[in-house]
T-cell receptor, first 114, second 115 residues
Framework: AQSVTQLGSHVSVSEGALVLLRCNYS??????LFWYVQYPNQGLQLLLK??????LVKGINGFEAEFKKSETSFHLTKPSAHMSDAAEYFCAVSAWGSQGNLIFGKGTKLSVKP | GAGVSQSPSNKVTEKGKDVELRCDPISGHTALYWYRQSLGQGLEFLIYFQGNSAPDKSGLPSDRFSAERTGGSVSTLTIQRTQQEDSAVYLCASSSGTSVQETQYFGPGTRLLVL
């Protein structure tokens, strides 16, 4: 069975500081990994996805994530936080052989202080 | 272009009543998913439709939950005899194919409150 664990339900950073949101996965087969963002009262929007091509994946809004098989991690980073980045972020996995339904982590709420 | 739409955006119902939630996927998308987002459980997969194939109902929490997809487009999620623990945001997503690499596009959700 596949699963993802997001460390830290709440993360707070200052505007301009590095954003690091952690995600570890568990999968017995090569995983496909996703990061979604949810702004208040909105649906989920894809930030980026890893599908076994480059291990460093660049997404929208300046976010990127690196797939590290040895650490079973797919952490999300952004060099400089902006106030508009305040939202909830979800890591998800979809593995080989599945019909594509995503298994989500519990989410990390990011706050950005001025 | 138009994204995934869901209706109603909010629904308040009394315990024991039935509710129907609607999802309009992106035109041409063959795959449709329902998820539930609740405080205690996070985001959970409920059911998956792909074209005319039988749906994957493996995530439905009880037999009070059912869903159908008419004409390969609009989907309705029905909850019978609602319980307070059914209170959650119900999210619908669609994608253009069956590959696990396909991006799922989410609607804004229906917020259900069972009193």
């Amino acid at each position: 069975a596949q699963s993802v664990t997001q460390l830290g339900s709440h993360v707070s950073v200052s505007e301009g500081a590095l954003v690091l949101l952690r995600c570890n996965y568990s999968s017995s087969v090569p995983p496909y990994l996703f990061w979604y963002v949810q702004y208040p009262n909105q649906g989920l929007q894809l930030l980026l996805k890893y599908t076994s091509a480059a291990t460093l994946v660049k997404g929208i809004n300046g976010f990127e994530a690196e797939f590290k098989k040895s650490e079973t991690s797919f952490h999300l980073t952004k060099p400089s936080a902006h106030m508009s980045d305040a939202a909830e972020y979800f890591c998800a996995v979809s593995a080989w052989g599945s019909q594509g339904n995503l298994i989500f982590g519990k989410g990390t709420k990011l706050s950005v202080k001025p | 272009g138009a994204g995934v739409s869901q209706s109603p955006s909010n629904k308040v119902t009394e315990k024991g009543k039935d509710v129907e939630l609607r999802c309009d996927p992106i035109s041409g998308h063959t795959a449709l998913y329902w998820y539930r987002q609740s405080l205690g459980q996070g985001l959970e997969f409920l059911i998956y439709f792909q074209g005319n194939s039988a749906p994957d109902k493996s995530g439905l929490p009880s037999d009070r939950f059912s869903a159908e997809r008419t004409g390969g487009s609009v989907s309705t999620l029905t909850i019978q005899r609602t319980q307070q623990e059914d209170s959650a945001v119900y999210l619908c997503a669609s994608s253009s194919g069956t590959s696990v690499q396909e991006t799922q596009y989410f609607g804004p959700g229906t917020r259900l409150l069972v009193l």
